[in-house]
């Protein structure tokens, strides 16, 4: 059995004459088995690519739009600031807590999360001190890796309005938020593999995805709309069920149920996500909450049909209905469905460019650059906002990747190895664009109402013109 895991980590350096030289350091899991310790020289201590642009192989660039959303979600502290009080009252709610102090990671564990969220989440935290090193700041955060959203704003607006001083509430970090919470929004696990149900790290699967695209044109895939998933989580997917096709109606939807443990069995042959893009349209649905399902459905060509959401995730509040996708009613999902499928399939240039639209997005603004750019300057905002120095927790130990990679194994060990960061970014990360400023936050919340409302309009129209000529 190899034990030398590839952890080589090429840290570019300037030297006097402008060229570069190559620093290698190797992980080695016989030597961390033996020791169970990190290395000491895990970051070269004068690395800096933030301040060494001029060797960097690609021009500065600016962030997508929707990483101004960082501001937003921060804005509840901007007045009093992250107290270290504020972060221990998260922890009721947490999973972990990850701390950095000098470039060297932390981690306190409190419970353990469904499958390996948690894992994986601190994986990529890791994969991020390896992508920027030296320049990922000082900070200690909480994260809680399950469905529902926490920290809700009416308890901590109620205490402030009685409050002689303003009650901070907890920063609580997390894979989604709705408009009733002051969680923040972080990227998902499954963005360096899901290991349960071998989905892969996601420069891989964006990677498949684009190559299932290429093998139908959208104009050759089924007139119908496409979902695949497991209906017992929450009501308004049980719900949709009852708009597949039957010997009564005819929705245009074909949808089938998920049967985890069986494709587990069958080592999951029939749930290949890029062998799923033979449909016009495709459904996301939320789960008990967000979906991870999401981003997959978005990179498929198809015309995402998107089931009113409550909840989003770090990205989607960058997705403009009627641009990248056709918002579907919750209250009256089949019908909604119908007419999205017949107004696509009579509009086949708008429909097609809706579903390119949306896989764009997905294979740019949302590639893996993108996902450690979003953390950086999310985690950089954050720490700005403390109010003290971080220490290290009581109970948290060191963790580097030879910790976690070293003793996994199956699945989570395979895509550990293939998310690994084996050197850092050859470029900075992108610029970050100022807060929206109040007129232009609400023009884009504006667009997005106005665009919905326009869509159920048409609906409305053509299901009264319908019964008229019955």
């Not at 089931?307 to 056709?326: I, S």
Request: hydrophobic share 35%.
């Amino acid at each position: 059995m190899d034990l030398t895991l590839d952890f080589c980590f090429d840290y570019l350096q300037p030297t006097a004459r402008n060229s570069v030289t190559s620093i290698v350091t190797t992980a080695n899991c016989s030597i961390w088995n033996h020791t169970q310790t990190c290395p000491n020289n895990y970051y070269p201590k004068d690395y800096n690519l933030h301040y060494e642009k001029q060797y960097t192989s690609a021009p500065e660039h600016t962030c997508p739009d929707f990483f101004r959303w960082i501001h937003e979600d921060l804005k509840p502290w901007n007045k009093t600031g992250i107290t270290e009080e504020s972060v221990e009252k998260a922890k009721e709610f947490a999973n972990f807590r990850f701390v950095v102090i000098n470039g060297t990671a932390y981690v306190e564990r409190y419970k353990k999360s469904v499958q390996s969220r948690d894992e994986f989440t601190i994986w990529g935290l890791l994969q991020l001190l390896r992508r920027y090193p030296g320049m990922v700041p000082d900070l200690d955060i909480t994260f809680e890796c399950f469905d529902f959203p926490l920290v809700l704003k009416k308890d901590y607006d109620e205490m402030n309005t009685t409050a002689v001083e303003q009650v901070v509430p907890p920063p609580l970090f997390r894979y989604c938020g709705d408009d009733d919470s002051l969680n923040i929004a972080f990227p998902d696990w499954s963005f360096w593999g899901w290991a349960e149900i071998n989905i892969k790290p996601w420069d891989f699967l964006l990677k498949d995805l684009d190559e299932g695209n290429k093998r139908m044109e959208w104009i050759d895939r089924e007139p119908y709309a496409y979902w695949k998933g497991n209906p017992w989580v929450a009501e308004h997917r049980k719900d949709l069920v009852t708009c597949n096709v039957s010997n009564e109606h005819d929705w245009n939807a074909r949808l089938y149920i998920q049967d985890w443990d069986k494709e587990s069995k069958q080592g999951f042959k029939e749930s290949k996500l890029a062998d799923q893009c033979t449909y016009r349209y495709k459904i996301y649905i939320e789960g008990s909450a967000w979906s991870v399902s999401e981003k997959y459905i978005l990179a498929c060509d198809s015309v995402t049909l998107m089931v009113t959401p409550h909840y989003y995730d770090f990205f989607t509040r960058g997705l403009m209905p009627g641009k990248h996708y056709w918002p579907v009613r919750m209250d009256d999902k089949c019908r909604s469905i119908k007419f999205a499928t017949e107004w696509g399939n009579n509009h086949e240039q708008q429909s097609k460019a809706m579903g390119k639209a949306a896989s764009s997005f997905i294979q740019n603004d949302l590639k893996m650059d993108n996902v450690y750019n979003y953390m950086f300057h999310l985690l950089t905002a954050y720490s700005k906002l403390m109010k003290y120095k971080p220490r290290i927790p009581p109970n948290a130990v060191e963790l580097c990747s030879e910790a976690m990679a070293c003793t996994s194994e199956g699945f989570a060990k395979q895509f550990m190895d293939e998310s690994t960061v084996n050197k850092p970014a050859d470029v900075s990360p992108c610029i970050m664009q100022p807060p929206y400023d109040t007129q232009t936050l609400n023009s884009i919340l504006d667009a997005k109402a106005s665009s919905i409302i326009q869509v159920e309009k048409w609906e409305k129209e053509y299901f009264e013109q319908m019964s008229h000529e019955q």
